[in-house]
């Protein structure tokens, strides 16, 4: 990937209609962190802007959706992870943490970060059980 993105490769044309590479990598339940570093070192991408990421941070986001907000099936429920560790060091939960950092006006009002930030707490909180035993 990294060396289709640097040598120039028109990523966008095999995305059809499914958006952009970038979106396309925010949809992704396992793994889509690492591919969204490698698309985002590539600054003059056309999915480099801000309302490109945006946009990838709603698709992030999407996972962690109440059912009064569901889209695309996504209900806060994971289907392929297989702990909270996955969904906030490579999954959905890193690409939002990422994302924000490239965002700073975008602002937490959104339900959908709550899911998150419980799924963080509950992480940090399982860390210091383990490491005080």
Not at 3 to 24: P, Q, V
């Amino acid at each position: 990937m990294q060396s289709l993105t640097l040598s120039g490769t028109h990523l966008e044309a095999a995305m059809g209609n499914h958006g952009n590479a970038l979106r396309a990598a925010a949809r992704r339940e396992l793994g889509g962190f690492p591919i969204i570093e490698i698309l985002l070192e590539t600054s003059s991408a056309p999915w480099s802007t801000d309302h490109e990421k945006a946009a990838a941070l709603n698709e992030a986001l999407a996972f962690f959706a109440t059912p009064s907000r569901r889209s695309r099936g996504c209900d806060g429920k994971f289907e392929h992870s297989t702990s909270i560790e996955d969904v906030l060091s490579t999954g959905p939960g890193a690409i939002v943490k990422f994302l924000l950092a490239f965002l700073p006006e975008e602002e937490a009002e959104d339900s959908r970060y709550g899911l998150l930030a419980q799924m963080h707490g509950w992480r940090s909180s399982m860390c210091r059980i383990i490491t005080s035993t």
